[in-house]
């Protein structure tokens, strides 16, 4: 029995750690645009969402995002990684082709758009999972 439950454990093992090394990720760098240093609160959040990808994607989709990481109190540039660990809704597949936002947002509020600032994947409307190298530029200050 104790064999049985060992074989058990290591078995889980492995396949955590094969699941960490064929993880699917976008990641890459978000930065500032010059010139809005002053837009940067104490109290501020980075929101940075990844849609998928599809014939109606732009700039006003509306569709909800996959998945989304919180980076309070950012310091620019800012490095992330989304992995299928930071999927909205439980048991959803992190698949791409995506389309990635980044959204400051003075207040801390995601859907607060009042002195936001946003950027977009340059590569719009989308990229391709594995793509580690994004550069993301906060630029369009929202109203």
Known sequence: MRSLFLAAFLSVATLTNAHAYTDPKVGGMVTLKKGLEKKIT???????FAKQAGPDSGPNDRTPPVAVIKVERPTFPQAFVITQKNV???GADFKGPLHVIARYSPSGDALNKTGAIEGMDPK??????????????????LK
């Open 124 to 141: 719009f409307p989308s990229t391709d999972l594995g793509n580690k190298n994004l550069n993301i530029e906060l630029n369009v200050e």
């Open 88 to 90: 909205m809704i439980p």
């Open 42 to 48: 104490k109290n501020g959040v980075l929101f940075i």
